[in-house]
């Protein structure tokens, strides 16, 4: 089929407008100025709230991968091979210290965000630096916890129910380090490059997925501590 | 230093992988060596391997996923010559080989065929439709093909050095556990799947945010284009799905690296638990690939009909509800393994269900063709085609669907027939479809019809003539997978399955040709307006190919159809509206960021596969300086002057205009 065949029409560049929205660069639309929502009345939404927004769906995916761990701990739990039971192996007081770091580094980390918000650097990066202090406090209770249970002949190799214990922990815990990674790297850049319109967008998303640990971790203790001690 | 890798990962015994390879190999080269010679390299790199445009990475992925196509089909031509020569014979191919073959086989279509093709549609066209200038993250984009193509290296990689899997496309255990699968054929796998799909579901993300959060101004939801619909379901099902297998695959390789049990015979493994995850995802996936192109479908038929679809909404309805039942069904891939009746009878009924949005689809094609004007070039030729053939392959799916016909066909040629019926003429179908129709878009000019019907002719009656013969010997007995068979019966159907497969390869080798042609013509079938097809969406509204930035200004979407009814104003009015006030345009700048960090991840797989710790963990390193060298780039936008801006869409304007007096001329005359 050539050119000759076709039927053109005119182009749709109309309704001229005082600045376009669909730009994907900062200006335009911009950093947070357009109020459009993205559903077809004003156009593209903001950056801010796009990246927010990818960054939400991003952290959904991630707990559904969570959740497929926790159906195998579900399914495993059971299967001790004769070896040391749930009951027998965890610590609870442990791991509700953990916890308290973890939510307190949540706090901290919120108390950033604020800091971000009112462009205080120093009280930015000393609440980063606390947020990063509680928890790497919460990483080595947990690496204390498992080279207790692997000297205890109760490593992940032992029984399938360990297996999955270690498994779902441990990727929480390879979350919080990888969390951990960022957290320096976003200090550096606020301190580098000040407060950014991009560098305040990608805070926004650590702290989304600072707080989403928080989450996971609150599941891992039910399911895995609670009831796994249960069974 | 190198782990498990030693001469003898490299099969110097085995002559036809080796030969393959060598091939492949010295065309590869001969490829690179041609385009460094033509001093092409700096363009490639410049306007394609760091490009972060989402069209220039759609025609990527659909480039890998032709390729792959055909390198799945030199498998398939492997397995139907060999078991032509099985009967009472060993056939040419060794046993362990030919176990590779069809595991290889598998992986490839679906992974590295399939996917890429229709994550390469979905990313070239749906930013056209939204009235978008790109995705709404660029260089994640660019990050996720890359890392699509290093799960494919990795794959073909295997074919020389080391093996690739002998436990089909889906790993089972306790089979794909280190006790009965030493070698690293599994891990070729693991590492593949994991990685791609790590991109894979960032495509998702990006894709998902986009549709619901970058439309043009006035496209509402129920004014999106159908496409654009599909696309949203289908990508909604990577979010959700796909964790699900990453987390299974990360199982299986904590079982196989580290000694884990989750899924092995001893010390309370439990395998049952790996075919639940793996067709939680697995029977989603189908649906991944079905509903996007369920949208070329409903594209290429309102188009050439001239028509409105019909029954838009329950098109919507219908896409929406099989996005959710997918997630329902999954216990079909294992009645026979022990679920119980009770659990059999729920899902048999569920999987049937599904059923009923895919008839209303069915019908509403039906009707958008009724009373159209009907034009027949090849992508509605592989619509039409789809149709029929997808009613049947449907039938026999219901069939499967009933647990006790289950019982008896599970694991048979029938099954196999069935599920390419269904794929082949859903996805392939739909792959070409969607080639032929978005081509011109892409590229500015159209291919070459003559060599297309001619492409799809043959691909159809080879295909027809491939599956039928393995419905019949499924209901005479007949097992998959099998390397020799002495059932003379079965004979005479396999052979014609293999004259079959010659008559698809023609098909393969026209539409090779049809490439080469239409480039060669070029001039010939040069489409200046943007709009060969008399399309009904915004795509065509734009130049072809469309400048970086898409659009000239933003189009303000007013109803259904968003550019069918401007161009039928401007059809009456016999002109063009007026000219917008042209702004500076600002876009991202390209990046190396997506090709760094997938030869980074290809270094992590091999390392990972090898077991060359040192090496793989100089890989991650790598690839995290990456990811903090691309944060802290301080210029990410370059801008276009509005005088450019406007240059570049009055030559279009131009056009447009001319053919709208000429057809008016034509029409007075
Ligand atoms: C183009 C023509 C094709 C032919 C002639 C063909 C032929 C075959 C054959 C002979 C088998 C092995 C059956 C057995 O187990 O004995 C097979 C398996 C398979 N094919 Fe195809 N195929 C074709 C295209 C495709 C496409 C397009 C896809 C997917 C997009 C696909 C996906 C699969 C899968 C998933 C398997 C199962 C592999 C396994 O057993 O693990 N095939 N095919
Ligand atoms: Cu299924």
Redesign the interface.
Known sequence: ?????????????????R??????????AGEGESR?T????????SKR??VA??FW??L???I??FA??F??FA??R????GGPTGAELFDIANVAIETVLLLLSSFACGVATLALNARRALLFQAAMAVTFLLGAGFLALELREFTDLVARDAG??????L??F??VVGCHGLHVTAGL?WLL?MMA?VFA?GFRP?ILR?VMCFSLFWHALDIVWVAVFTVVYLMGSAA | MLGKLTWSAIPFDQPIPLVAAALVGVVLLGIIAWVAVAGWLPYLWREWITSVDHKRIGVMYVLLGLVMLIRGFSDAILMRSHQALAYNALGYLPPEHYDQIFSAHGTIMIFFGAMPFMIGLMNFVVPLQLGVRDVAFPTLNSVSFWLTATGALLVNVSLVVGEFARTGWWPAPPLSETTYSPGVGVDYYLWAIQISGIGTLMSGVNLVTTILKMRAPGMSYLRMPMFCWTALASNLLIIAAFPILTATLAMLTLDRYLGFHFFTDEAGGNSMLFMNLFWAWGHPEVYILALPAYGIFSEVISTFSGKPLFAYRSMVWATLAICLLSFTVWLHHFFTMGPGGDVNGVFGITSMIIAVPTGVKIFDWMFTMYGGRVRFTTPMLWSVAFLVTFVVGGATGVLLAIPPADFVLHNSLFLVAHFHNVIVSAVVFAAFAGYAYWFPKAFGFTLDERWGKAAFWFSLVGYVWVFTPLYVVGLMGMTRRMQHFSVAEWYPWIVAASLGVIVMAVGVVCQVVQLVVSIRRREQLRDLTGDPWDGRSLEWATASPPPSFNFAVMPHVEGEEAYWAIKQRAREQARLREEPDYEPVEMPLNSPTGFVCAFFATLVGFAMIWHIWWLAALGLAGAFATFVAFAWRDRVEYEIPADAVARINRENRASRLDALQQARRKEAA
């Not at chain 1, 050119?3 to 109309?14: K, Q």
């Not at chain 1, 993205?38 to 939404?45: D, L």
């Open positions: 089929m050539s050119s000759s065949a076709a039927i053109p029409g005119g182009l749709p560049d109309v309704v001229p407008m600045r376009d929205p669909n730009h994907l660069g900062h200006h335009a459009a993205g559903h077809g009345t004003g156009g593209p939404s709230i796009v927004y990818g769906i991003f959904l995916s991630d559904v991968m497929a761990f159906a195998a399914v495993l059971g299967g001790t091979a992940p190799t032992r029984s399938a129910f297996s999955a270690f498994t990674l790297t850049q490059k991009d990608r």
